[in-house]
């Protein structure tokens, strides 16, 4: 059954560092991995989403990249701002199961 | 463009009360999907619904039922609430299911749940 870690769990950073969030899952074999953002009570937001078939994705400051045989990924942040405080949860598809979450990495970005 | 809007956004029922959830998406897209939300647990899939006519259980649909209404709604029935069914539920949308082929999950702003 895959499973999927994002460690830690939380990060309190001051503003302007560059910031590596890492994603690991146990099953290689992947169709996509998702990223996703999420502000206090509200949903999930798409950030990036990798094919299987892609070694990164890029979107403005952000860039995740996809090493399916270590079965890690990261997102990384540049310049880090406040307004980048959120939870950030990565989700693998593959095989026959459905998209399995993290639990999330929650973001702070000190002014 | 509201993307996908869920109703209501509180809700606070006695044990063993009934209520349906309601989502809607108006981007055309073919999969929607209902997750539930937990401290400590992450999101976990309740039903799935990866074209219109069928459905799909998750990793923990008992006590829930789901109707695909049509292409644009997508509902979730609990018959007889518990206490342990009290947690955020996530109603979300893509084109092809589970982000195959570039189509990332949308999700709506969730619905509040309390059952006492």
């Known amino acids: 059954k895959q499973e999927v870690t994002q460690i830690p769990a939380a990060l309190s950073v001051p503003e302007g560092e560059n910031l590596v969030l890492n994603c690991s899952f146990t099953?290689?074999?992947?169709?996509?991995l998702q990223w996703f953002r999420q502000d206090p009570g509200k949903g999930l937001t798409s950030l990036l989403l990798?094919?299987?078939?892609?070694r990164e994705q890029t979107s403005g400051r952000l860039n995740a990249s996809l090493d399916k045989s270590s079965g890690r990924s990261t997102l990384y942040i540049a310049a880090s701002q406040p307004g980048d405080s959120a939870t950030y949860l990565c989700?693998?598809?593959?095989?026959?199961?459905?998209?399995?979450f993290g639990k999330g990495m929650k973001l702070t970005v000190n002014p | 463009n509201a993307g996908v809007t869920q109703t209501p956004k509180f809700q606070v029922l006695k044990t063993g009360q009934s209520m349906t959830l309601q989502c809607a998406q108006d981007?055309?897209?073919?999969?929607m999907y209902w997750y539930r939300q937990d401290p400590g647990m992450g999101l976990r899939l309740i039903y799935y619904?990866?074209?219109?006519?069928?459905?799909d259980k998750g990793e923990v649909p008992n006590g829930y039922n789901v109707s695909r209404l049509n292409k644009r709604e997508f509902s979730l029935r609990l018959e007889s609430a518990a206490p342990s069914q009290t947690s955020v539920y996530f109603c979300?949308?893509?084109?092809?299911?589970?982000?195959?082929?570039?189509?990332?999950?949308?999700f709506g702003n969730g619905t509040r749940l309390t059952v006492t």
């Open positions: 619904s990866a074209s219109e006519g069928t459905t």
């Open positions: 981007m055309n897209h073919n999969s």
């Open positions: 979300a949308s893509s084109r092809l299911v589970f982000g195959q082929q570039n189509s990332p999950l949308h």
């Open positions: 099953d290689s074999a992947i169709y996509n």
């Open positions: 989700a693998v598809q593959g095989g026959s199961e459905k998209l399995v």
């Open positions: 990798i094919q299987s078939s892609q």
